[in-house]
C-alpha cells in the first residue's frame, strides 16, 4: 500500500538531517500532509473488536494485569487496522503515550508493538509523550524513545521523533539533540498548543510579540539550526496550534526551518485554512494531526469492515481538504 | 521499621486534604524531610548485585526484551535493599520514570513493583514523570497515575503524587486537581527547576518579580487553594530547586500553601541552609529530593552489606544536616 521505504531502514550516514529529510520525502512522495493520532479509547472502539477480545460490555480495569493485556491486544490490532486503512493518506503516525501508560507494562508493551506496526507500514514515528526533565534524566528518555536502532543505547521504544516540553531549557533539550544528531532523530517541541488555556503560560506577559511562545519559538530556532536537511528543514520542530491561525504566520516567521506539528484539526476545531501558512510552496514545512475524527468517525455499533472503511474516508477526505488549500492551488 | 501506616490503607473519606496532610504527619512522626529519590543507574549498581543478576560486565542492550528482564529484576531488589536501608530516615519517596521507561515494559512493571514496595514501607510515593498534555490526554495522564486504588479508575501505576509540567496551562492541569480532590492525591507542578539553565524559559522575560516562574507559582497558589489540608499545606505542591536560595523566600511567599519538592540537594550542589526558607517553624513545607548522593555513596566494588550500610548512612547524614538548619534549631 506504501511505497515509499523510510530511510532508516537502509544503511545510511548517521547525519544530521534525517528526520526531517525523511518526512519531507514522504510528503511529497504521497502528496499528504496527514498525521495519523494513534490515542486509542476503548470506549470508543468498534463493538466487534471489543468482542473479539473479550471486552464487550466489560468493566474496565486498569489495575488488574490481565484486563490489561486484552485491552493491549485490542489496542494492537485497532492500531494495525487503522494502519491498513490510513496508511496511504498518511505522511507520519502519532502514538500518545498516556493511551498506552493508562494499561500499565501491557500497554507500554502495546506502545512499542504500534511503533514497529507504523516503521513496517513505512512512515515516520512521532511519539507524543511530551518528555522533560533536566540533563542527566532527560538523557535517559531520549534514549528510551530515539536511541539506536540496536547495541547499548538501542531505544526501549523505537520511534523517529519525540515530542518535548522545554521549560526547563536548553540543557533539558540537549540530550534529545544529541539523538538527532547521532541516530537521525527528530524532536517537536512544545511551543504555542491547542487548548483553551496555553495561553496562560504561553502567552506570557501578553499576547503577541513579546510573549513566551515567541521567545520559545526561538530557542527552538537556535536549537535545529545545525540540524538543517536539504529540504531546508530542521530534525527540531515546533508544536503550533492549529487552531490559532493568527499565531502561525508569525511564528513561521520566527522558526523557517522548522516543521511544524499541527493539533487540533478535526475534533478541536481547526480547518485547512488554518494550516495555510505554515506550508511552503512545494507544500512542505507541516504535519498535521487528528486523531479522534479519524479514529472514530462512525458509532461503536458499526460492523469493523465499514468501521475502518469509514476510518479511511476520514483520512482521505483530511488530506484531500488539506491539499485544496496549498499554497499551489 | 517505620511506624507511621499511610492513611490510604485504611478506610477513609475521599477528603480534599489527604496528600499533603499524610506527608505532614510523616515529617512530624519520623522527623525528616529528606525524600529518596530511586533513580536506578545500573552502571552504578554494586557489583555484587549485578552478577546476582547475570548483569556483570554485561553490555547495555534495552532493545532486547530478556535483557531488560533481567535489569528491571536488579533494579527491584536495588530499590528494595535502598527501602530497607533509607525507610527510618525518609518522608517520602520519588522514582524518576525515566529511568524505568528507558528499559522498556520491563522497566515500566519495574516502576510499579517499586511504587508497591514503597507503600510497604509506609511511605508516600512521589512518581517524577513530569507529565503533561492537554484536557483529555491529561486525564489518562492523570489516572494512570493518580487514579483509584482499584476499580475501572484505578491508577496502572499507583502513587501519591505525580510531579506535572504546566506549561499547557489551566486545562492541562485540571484533570489532575481532579484526582487530588477524588482519590486524596498530591502534585508538585514545576516551578523553578534546578538545572543551570531553568532560567532561559523560566525567569522570561527577566528575572525578579516579573518572571514566568512568579507567575507559574501564582497559579499553582490558585490551583491548589481549595485543596489545602489541616495541617495548612495544599495537596498541590511546587517543584522549586534548593540550588537557588535566592528564589526560595520569593516563591514561598508566593505559595504559602504549597509544600515545595526540592530537587538539587547534594550531587546538584545545594545545602541544607538553602532549604531552611522553605520550612516554617514546625519544620513543615518541604521535602527535600536526593538521588545520586544517597543511592551510589561508595563505589561498586564494595560488598553489598556494606553497600547498603553506606547507602544508610548517607540518608541518616542528610536527614540530620537538614534538621540542623531547622528555624528550632
Known amino acids: 500500500m506504501v511505497q515509499a521505504k523510510p ?8 547525519g544530521p538531517h534525517h528526520f526531517a529529510d525523511r518526512v519531507c520525502a514522504r510528503v511529497l512522495a504521497a502528496d499528504t500532509r496527514v498525521c495519523v493520532g494513534l490515542d486509542p479509547d476503548l470506549a ?23 484486563y490489561c493485556r486484552r485491552a493491549a491486544a485490542c489496542i494492537v490490532e485497532f492500531n494495525h487496522r487503522v494502519l491498513e486503512a490510513t496508511a496511504e493518506y498518511a505522511a507520519a503516525c502519532k502514538p500518545q503515550c498516556a493511551y498506552y501508560e493508562a494499561y500499565g507494562p501491557a500497554g507500554m508493551a502495546a506502545l512499542q508493538q504500534t511503533a514497529l506496526l507504523i516503521r513496517e507500514a513505512g512512515l515516520p514515528v512521532v511519539m507524543d509523550g511530551k ?41 533539558g533539550v540537549t540530550p534529545f539533540l544529541d539523538c538527532c544528531r547521532e541516530f537521525g532523530r527528530g524532536l517537536f517541541i512544545l511551543c504555542r498548543t491547542s487548548n483553551p488555556s496555553g495561553g496562560e503560560i504561553q502567552e506570557f506577559p501578553a499576547a503577541g510579540p513579546g510573549a513566551l511562545a515567541r521567545r520559545v519559538a526561538g530557542l527552538i ?26 499565531d502561525v504566520a508569525e511564528l513561521r516567521a520566527l522558526m523557517p526551518r522548522a516543521l511544524f506539528l499541527m493539533p487540533g484539526f478535526g475534533a478541536q476545531g481547526g480547518g485547512a485554512g488554518d494550516v495555510r501558512d505554515a506550508l511552503d510552496a512545494r507544500g512542505l514545512g ?42 499551489r492551488a
Request: glycine share 8%.
Open 7 to 14: 530511510k532508516h531502514q537502509e544503511p545510511r550516514a548517521q
Open 44 to 66: 470508543r472502539f468498534p463493538e466487534e473488536l471489543l468482542a473479539a477480545h473479550q471486552l464487550a460490555g466489560a468493566t474496565p480495569a486498569p489495575g488488574d494485569a490481565d
Open 131 to 171: 518528555r522533560n526533565d533536566i540533563a542527566s534524566t532527560a538523557a535517559r528518555y531520549a534514549q528510551a524513545y530515539l536511541g539506536a536502532d540496536s547495541g547499548p543505547r538501542a531505544a526501549a521504544f523505537p520511534a523517529d521523533a519525540l515530542t518535548i516540553n522545554a521549560y526547563l531549557g536548553s540543557d
Open 221 to 246: 530556532h537556535g536549537w535545529g539550526r545545525d540540524l538543517v536537511g536539504e529540504h531546508g528543514y530542521s530534525a527540531v520542530g515546533a508544536v503550533v496550534a492549529a487552531t490559532r491561525p493568527e
Open 286 to 327: 507541516a504535519l498535521v494531526a487528528a486523531s479522534r475524527s479519524v479514529l472514530y468517525p462512525v458509532p461503536p455499533a458499526t460492523p469493523a469492515a465499514d468501521y475502518f472503511d469509514a476510518v479511511a474516508s476520514a483520512a482521505r477526505d483530511m488530506r484531500d481538504a488539506i491539499n485544496a488549500v496549498l499554497p
